[in-house]
């Protein structure tokens, strides 16, 4: 199984992430942290990176329920997605799958909640397209 799901779009860096934005919004997600991996390669390291944001997604409904089910979900929140640039004007957008992450978590109450969870980020990834 594998642990994400992606898709590859075209078209300029930064509106790519104002579109994934849009796209956790109308699923209701909320973007809490946002890692800007290249200028933090180029601030605490010196080397040069291609575009790559992390987004922290989080659905609070859904978060509230996780961690009323298991209060160390904490530690698997929020859900990340990462949008990439390896090739000018390709980019790919990547979210996690809850349900692979929650396997390693034996909570039978979390099942429901990773797919539910899982299904609104593969609408997310498809409506990018």
Known sequence: MNYYFNTTISGDFDQAIEKVIEELKKEGFGVLTEIDIKATLKKKLDVDFYNYRILGACNPPFAYKALQAEDKIGAMLPCNVIVQEKKPGEIEVSAVDPVASM?????????????????????????LK
């Open 103 to 127: 396997q390693a978590v034996e909570n039978e109450k979390l099942n429901e909640i990773a797919n539910e969870i899982s299904n609104k980020l593969r609408k997310v990834i498809s409506n």
